[in-house]
RNA sequence: CGGGGUGUAGCGCAGUUGGCUAGCGCGCUUGCCUUGGGAGCAAGAAGCCGAAGGUUCGAGUCCUUUCACCCCGACCA
């Protein structure tokens, strides 16, 4: 590709509204363009981009066993009524008539339409295991768009789906979509990890996010520095014990009502009361959200002060679709507690007070008085009414690793992979069944396992760039070479570039030829800002027969013989990629 | 949806207490000049100041309504 004649603008500034680095970089690169929010063009050297991310996923999950398919993108509304997630999925799907009337949505995943095409297929074990997948466009109206192709609302994403007679084939399944991601993300040149995860809206058993670590990242995610632990916080456990040991006998005293005025914050009592954070007891106040009338659910949530409420998993616990808190000026109304001073004791009777572990390993805590200005102390579990116990705590930077006696570590990350065994949840909504070996009907076993292809992209750009531009991992360079001729006005040069440029091309190296008539440090800036990782310059050095060859990332150039180029050449690009 | 903010040339921005002809930088066009890290000079094109309504002799500027976009939170590949 010449230079001159590709649709490629390039910019010096940063736009307006990009906030993270790899958004600002694909936009000045002329990479990206937001056509509404969370709405992007993807401009001819990004698609080079996206077809390569494309097609090292399409070669792993062929190799993986998967087949692909391509599901439409407009989904009739029956099906996702069959299943409930018409209603559930909300807000989030993009709902739309024909012109009869009928009821459509632009499919934000498609777990009810190909375990649809599955359960019309499939009538044996002997047609199971089977895996397809796709790659295609999906449309998902997020509440808050951002960074780019990061969270956009209409993207790209590789979606799998396994089908299995078993749980033991569903694992292996599981194993090699696994291994397959793994390959995936590393041929793309990232930095990433694999995490345990929450399955969230999917639904399922268990699920694995494939994290790239960046600072900008939505996601915050623990790893232990001893073992190979690592999950998302959403998901994550700890070692209660090892944090506040053992609870004590409780005293024996009698609970006692303490003036505490104006404390209403867990630091500012335990400054006040000289009481460790771990001893007073604290307590929030959610609801399903629903109207008063309609089936609306309010739950009383405790904790030990030592630690934060994880949300993710007190609604995951109660199974609410919505979980939010209650509004302060109705806490009293609808709970009998007093916000900002709390306290399980004397609540609403038939309130469901849902505490975390943490609240059996302490005594003689202090609790809300549930009357402005008074907390009441030596109170023991004895003293109230706990309608369950659970894991409900947000596991934090060097609290102790649940598996091992190392020290977990926290950090952001991307998610650009996400995978889940599913179980029965589509198959039997839907009645996806088949006939076992002793003539048993079952329903099928599904998995299913997406990835972020513009999300991928962008990751990349996040996690390989500097100070001029994106420097891409070779596999997912638009082109491997960017040839740079100095002077147009120079035969020599230009001569010697244009037979350069033609014997690239003849051996296959993709390689983009600035041929511009512009001074040399604009061409240098612009070949920074698109990140090619290898540039060759046509310059001062053509009379001796020598021209400049430079990795992206390199601080300065080596000369090599015109006759050696594309050897040379080839030869990094071959290393790099296989290498991968 | 709650909170905060921005809409002025393709991009990035300035425009004060209302004032006459709306500006700057980048980019774009033409010419000259120039060629090792986004050169210089000259001439030029390009704007319904997001939209609608109002106040006023007069509105980019004040008021009302509305739309779009961005940031912080809940959601996700």
Known sequence: MRF??????TTKEDPGDAEIISHKLLMRAGMIRKL????????????????????????????????????????????????????????????????AEREYCFGPTHEEVITDLVRRDIKSYKQLPVILYQIQTKFRDEIRPRFGLMRAREFTMKDAYSFEASQEQ?????????????NIFKRCGLKYTVVEADSGAIGGSSSNEFMVIAPSGEDAIVYCDKCDYSANVEKATTKIDKILGQAE???????????????????????????????????????NGKAANDGREDVVALISGEFELNEIKLKNYLNFINLELIPSEEVQKRTGAYPGFGGPLNLNPNI??????????????????NEKDYHVKNVNLSDFKVTDFTDLMMVDDSHPCPKCEGTLKKTRG?????????????????????????????????????????????????????????????????FHVILVLLNCNDEAQKNCAEELYEKMKAAGVEVIYD?????????????????????????????????????????????????????????????EIRGL
């Open 170 to 182: 569903l694992d292996v399944n599981y194993k090699k979509m696994h291994a397959a991601y793994c």
């Open 515 to 575: 041929d511009r008539n512009e001074k040399p440090g604009f061409k240098f800036k612009d070949a920074d800002l698109l990140g090619i990782p290898i540039r060759i310059t046509v310059g001062r050095y053509v009379g001796e027969g020598k021209v400049e060859f430079k990795r992206r990332l390199a601080k300065e150039p080596t000369l090599i013989g015109v006759n050696e180029v594309v050897d040379i050449v080839k030869a990094e690009i071959a290393k």
């Open 352 to 369: 469901r007070v849902i505490a975390d572990n943490s609240i059996k390993h302490i005594s003689d805590f202090v609790v809300g008085a």
């Open 4 to 9: 001159s004649q590709a649709f490629i603008r």
């Open 36 to 99: 509404a929010s969370g709405i992007y063009i993807i401009m001819p050297l990004a698609n080079l981009t996206i077809k390569k991310i494309e097609n090292i996923i399409r070669t792993e999950m062929n190799s993986a066993g998967a087949q692909e398919v391509i599901m439409p993108c407009v989904l009739p509304a029956n099906l996702w009524k069959e299943t409930g997630r018409w209603e559930v999925y909300g807000s989030e799907m993009l709902k739309i008539k024909d012109r």
């Open 249 to 287: 006998k409780p005293s024996g005293e009698k609970p006692e009502k303490i003036h505490t005025p104006g404390a209403a914050t867990i630091d500012d009592l335990s400054k006040f009361m000289k009481v460790p954070k771990k001893k007073l007891c604290k307590i929030l106040f959610f609801t």
């Open 414 to 478: 991307i998610e650009v992979g996400h995978i889940f065994k599913l179980g029965t949840k589509y198959s039997t909504a839907l009645g996806a069944n088949f006939i076992d070996e002793n003539g048993q009907e079952k329903p099928i076993i599904m998995g299913c396992y997406g990835i972020g292809v513009g999300r991928t992209m962008q990751s990349a750009v996040e996690q390989n760039n500097d100070d001029n531009g994106i420097a891409w991992p070779m596999p997912i360079a638009p």
